[in-house]
């Protein structure tokens, strides 16, 4: 993430605590990790940390917009640090892998309403479902 997370926590007006810091290196290593293998992450490396805590950090880490949260349709949420572009997401419907795709685009709205209802539009959520490759060729249809 190229800054080191304890200032990124300073900038954001957040304490830095070892519970957050442990979040954000788990998040970071991963890719589009959920909250439970946060969690497991971080207890591997500063002990016991609650399942609350590991929300409650994760919470308010995308709140100030260090982590970056997708929602996918019937999956639990994912994390991720690459935070501030607009890329979007591919998802395999069999193995839940989660992949980045560049937006075209690149700023946030990259989609606009036909029709608005007077709501300034700050955000269009763009997640792909399909197959990953490995999944194809499991199924010998690649
Ligand atoms: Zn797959
Ligand atoms: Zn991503
Ligand atoms: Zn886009």
Same mark, same amino acid.
């Given at each position: 993430?190229?800054?080191?997370?304890?200032?990124?926590?300073?900038?954001?007006?957040?304490?830095?605590?070892?519970?957050?810091?442990?979040?954000?290196?788990?998040?970071?290593?991963?890719?589009?990790?959920?909250?439970?293998?946060?969690?497991?992450?971080?207890?591997?490396?500063?002990? %016991?940390?609650?399942?609350? +805590? /590991?929300? !409650?950090?994760?919470?308010?880490?995308? #709140?100030?917009?260090?982590?970056?949260?997708? $929602?996918?349709?019937?999956?639990?949420?994912?994390?991720?640090?690459?935070?501030?572009?607009?890329?979007?997401?591919?998802?395999?419907?069999?193995?839940?892998?989660?992949?980045?795709?560049?937006?075209?685009?690149?700023? %946030?709205?990259?989609?606009? +309403? /036909?029709? !608005?209802?007077?709501?300034?539009?700050? #955000?269009?959520?763009?997640?792909?479902?399909? $197959?990953?490759?490995?999944?194809?060729?499991?199924?010998?249809?690649?």
């Amino acid at each position: 993430m190229g800054t080191e997370p304890s200032a990124l926590l300073r900038r954001s007006g957040l304490r830095v605590t070892a519970q957050r810091l442990a979040v954000m290196r788990a998040v970071s290593e991963g890719s589009h990790v959920s909250a439970d293998v946060v969690a497991e992450r971080a207890r591997d490396e500063i002990g %016991a940390i609650s399942t609350q +805590a /590991v929300y !409650d950090a994760l919470t308010s880490l995308t #709140e100030h917009g260090l982590l970056r949260r997708i $929602q996918p349709a019937g999956s639990p949420a994912r994390y991720e640090d690459r935070v501030g572009d607009n890329h979007h997401h591919l998802i395999c419907r069999t193995c839940d892998r989660m992949v980045d795709v560049d937006c075209a685009v690149g700023e %946030a709205p990259c989609l606009t +309403a /036909v029709k !608005d209802h007077g709501y300034v539009v700050d #955000e269009a959520e763009v997640i792909y479902w399909g $197959q990953c490759p490995d999944c194809l060729r499991e199924k010998g249809t690649a």
